[in-house]
């Protein structure tokens, strides 16, 4: 490249990365000067249901007695879509954000749809001066990767007008919407999808990635074992017998809300082995404190998995899981990086998946995440994606997408020169 290319592009550099300052030093005033909307309540009922938007502690309350039932009739359902993973969700991240409720009850006061809304900072750098809109739980430092809408059969239509009762209720109320680990899958995917077109701008579907299913059904662990490879087989026996004779490999789970706590600092402690609280969400204050109240709370009724694998005596991997209704989600782990060379990760899924067979589990949903550890125990998984937009009603969104583009040029022509927002 001759030196008059070469001063060229400096020169663009320069001008780029001028406007993406001015444009950040503009999006600092908007965040201070923009006023806040003033929340309200709207409903609306025909013959036969009634239908409003409910907010924060009083919504909350209102619905607690009628979650549940609602969503163990619901087409989707999740551990994270459950009464007692909001509500302790809730009790965590109140302060900083503001729920939005759209409900639909029946003639006889029954709860028939539910759209879990909120509203809050988002979670990267430059999307935490943003006002979020997000699945309830979707936000935080507690992460929640089966998020959705809730419908009594028959009912699924309700949600799109439930939705858009709940747009028009926040319209100057929201700069961004994210809505992670979308499956497109759902049924009431679309209806989501086409309300962030109509009331957003921008939308796109972003970060797809694959979630590992292994399907159990009635299978025992010989015939499961044998549909992997033969290299795989031969591995697996491998290391299962070298941790068996050289460390007298063997596995714990806790047996009440007594020992619990215990078994959860163990997890924590091997996963921080291999993470930081800047690397894991997992690890911030607010989500162990999140965690050991959701274990402590579940671990009798066996809806979490606890699983602890020692080496002589000594804990070297940990698996946390939740299982309701014949399936389970595979949440967490850590293990310990001296011990690589025996898999622990490997040999501590086997034994997960043994005693989910044991205990009726017919699917374990590996959540997302292209790992070997993950993908290696199957052939089937379901994609997720990120659904994202912005409200063009607000100045401060569309300042933000401003920047964006022009970060998004800067990369094309200088790669490696910026980070995405």
Known sequence: MNTASTNTIESGSAGLVATVARAGSLLSRILTDQQEVKPAVRAASNAELRLEVLRDREGMERLASYWDDLLNESAVRTPFMSWDWAEIWWKHFESEYRAVFGVAWGEDGRLVALVPFIVGPGQTSTRKHLRELAYFGGLGEVVAEGLDCMALPGHEALLGRLIGLVFESIRGEWDSAYFGFADESSPYFQTLHQALQKYGTGDELTNRQASPIIHLGDKAWDSYLMERSGNFRKKFRRISAAATAEF??????????????????????????????????????????FHHELAKRWINERRVVLLVMDFLGEPVAANYAFADGGKMWDYQGGWKLEHIELSPAKLLNAENIRRAMAHGIKEIDMLPGDLEYKSKWTGVSREVVDLVAINPQSVRARVFQSIRTVKRVIEKVFPGGTTES
Not at 248 to 271: I, K, N, T
């Open 248 to 289: 007298q490999m063997s596995f714990r789970e806790p047996v009440g809300e007594e020992d619990v706590g215990h078994f959860v600092e163990e997890l924590l402690a091997l996963h921080g082995g291999r993470w930081t609280e800047e690397q894991s969400l997992f690890l911030r204050p607010r989500a162990r404190s």
